[in-house]
């Protein structure tokens, strides 16, 4: 083993820097899978436990000289995500899906208020983009619905459990237990060992990716959606609460893809028009084998750069694939965007994630 470094074992297998100074814990072998002909690289760690590492900006302010220097962040930097197996405990995970649980048992959403969640951007407009209940969601707890659920009427045609899709976008500040976990001790530790001073969550979603029927996500950057000035200021938090496979719709990435900024924005659109939102720009069509899977274990995190293209593919499983993510943007010298659909409000502004 290395002086600066905990690699995995497995030969021909890329893993993240870690320093010696940092104690973690290897769960497992790094690992090797061909998907088609093309080799995929996985990553497997659990969290930070103890020590110290000096810290570093994260995002797009840092130098190619302090990335040289510091091993532990070459490979995020390299691949724009990052995995952390077991961030959080078993017993963490389940208190947050009981609370889902209660807060769908008192879910009352008006069938006009009723939303069918897609990320599709001739759906998304019509659904998302044409709704006041979406564009308003920022500093609230609101519901977001699977594809084919409701009949015309907006009445639901399966159990209402079932149908949910994501629930957003204010759980970190309005609900208990995701503003513990959100704020916890060891969320701020990374942040402030990430080198992130003025750290803000912007917002916040419980995904549910339900059996048989969990919609498709395609191909994104996250900065599409939360942009920033300068770019590279947006991190995403993403908690598997289940284990999260390849046949259950766990999320997919193309390494390196944070380093080419962003074509594609979605903006609020001009009094009088149609929908409430619009894109500006388009995607570039991506090789579907340029993507890699990154399988993870429940409790695992996934960091996610504001501009790393991931996607996540249809559950055909009988499972679901439970996750809570939340995103945060560096305030210190950056501007958000006023023409972003996600603004602060009066009520919410942007919480600071140190407390």
Same mark, same amino acid.
């Given at each position: 083993?290395?002086?600066?470094?905990?690699?995995?074992?497995?030969?021909?297998?890329?893993?993240?820097?870690? =320093?010696?100074?940092?104690?973690?814990?290897?769960?497992?072998?790094?690992?090797?899978?061909? @998907?088609?002909?093309?080799?995929?690289?996985?990553?497997?760690?659990?969290?930070?436990?103890?020590?110290?590492?000096?810290?570093?900006?994260?995002?797009?302010?840092?130098?190619?000289?302090?990335?040289?220097?510091?091993?532990?962040?070459?490979?995020? #930097?390299?691949?724009? +995500?990052?995995?952390?197996?077991?961030?959080? %405990?078993?017993?963490?995970?389940?208190?947050?899906?009981?609370?889902?649980?209660?807060?769908?048992?008192?879910?009352?959403? =008006?069938?006009?208020?009723?939303?069918?969640?897609?990320?599709?951007?001739?759906?998304? $407009?019509?659904?998302?983009?044409?709704? /006041?209940?979406?564009?308003?969601?920022?500093?609230?707890?609101?519901?977001?619905?699977?594809?084919?659920?409701?009949?015309?009427?907006?009445?639901?045609?399966? =159990?209402?459990?079932?149908?949910?899709?994501?629930?957003?976008?204010?759980?970190?500040?309005?609900?208990?237990?995701?503003?513990?976990?959100?704020?916890?001790?060891?969320?701020?530790?990374?942040?402030?060992?990430?080198?992130?001073?003025?750290?803000?969550? @912007?917002?916040?979603?419980?995904?549910?990716?339900?059996?048989?029927?969990?919609?498709?996500?395609?191909?994104?950057?996250?900065? %599409?959606?939360?942009?920033?000035?300068?770019?590279?200021?947006?991190?995403?938090?993403?908690?598997?609460?289940? /284990?999260?496979?390849?046949?259950?719709?766990? $999320?997919? +990435?193309?390494?390196?893809?944070?380093?080419?900024?962003?074509?594609?924005?979605?903006?609020?659109?001009?009094?009088?028009?149609?929908?409430?939102?619009?894109?500006?720009?388009?995607?570039?069509?991506?090789?579907?084998?340029?993507?890699?899977?990154?399988?993870?274990?429940?409790?695992?995190?996934?960091?996610?750069?504001?501009?790393?293209? #991931?996607?996540?593919?249809?559950?055909?499983?009988?499972?679901?694939?439970?996750?809570?993510?939340?995103?945060?943007?560096?305030?210190?010298? %950056?501007?958000?965007?006023?023409?972003?659909?996600?603004?602060?409000?009066?009520?919410?502004?942007?919480?600071?994630?140190?407390?």
């Amino acid at each position: 083993m290395g002086q600066n470094s905990l690699r995995g074992s497995s030969a021909g297998c890329a893993t993240a820097w870690l =320093p010696s100074a940092c104690f973690y814990h290897m769960l497992g072998q790094g690992s090797r899978e061909e @998907v088609g002909s093309q080799p995929c690289r996985a990553w497997w760690y659990c969290g930070l436990l103890v020590g110290s590492w000096e810290p570093l900006p994260l995002m797009a302010f840092v130098s190619q000289h302090q990335i040289q220097k510091s091993p532990h962040l070459f490979q995020f #930097h390299e691949d724009g +995500f990052l995995v952390l197996e077991h961030f959080f %405990t078993a017993e963490e995970c389940d208190s947050m899906r009981n609370q889902i649980q209660r807060i769908i048992e008192e879910m009352e959403v =008006p069938p006009h208020c009723r939303t069918e969640f897609s990320t599709k951007e001739k759906e998304q $407009l019509q659904a998302q983009g044409s709704s /006041d209940y979406f564009l308003t969601s920022g500093d609230k707890i609101r519901f977001f619905f699977e594809k084919g659920v409701l009949d015309e009427r907006g009445n639901f045609l399966i =159990p209402k459990e079932k149908s949910v899709s994501k629930i957003g976008h204010a759980l970190h500040a309005y609900d208990p237990v995701f503003k513990q976990v959100t704020h916890s001790s060891k969320v701020q530790e990374l942040g402030r060992k990430l080198g992130l001073e003025r750290p803000v969550v @912007v917002q916040s979603m419980y995904i549910f990716k339900q059996p048989g029927i969990g919609g498709e996500v395609t191909p994104h950057q996250d900065a %599409t959606f939360l942009y920033t000035e300068p770019l590279g200021r947006i991190l995403g938090f993403w908690i598997a609460l289940e /284990d999260a496979t390849q046949e259950n719709g766990c $999320l997919w +990435f193309i390494p390196g893809s944070h380093t080419r900024g962003i074509t594609r924005r979605m903006v609020r659109a001009a009094s009088g028009s149609s929908t409430c939102v619009e894109f500006v720009g388009s995607d570039p069509a991506y090789d579907d084998n340029q993507f890699i899977p990154l399988p993870i274990s429940k409790g695992g995190l996934i960091l996610i750069h504001g501009e790393v293209v #991931h996607k996540s593919e249809l559950n055909s499983s009988e499972s679901s694939r439970h996750a809570f993510t939340f995103h945060v943007m560096e305030a210190k010298d %950056t501007s958000w965007s006023k023409e972003n659909w996600l603004q602060p409000t009066p009520e919410l502004p942007f919480p600071s994630l140190y407390t």
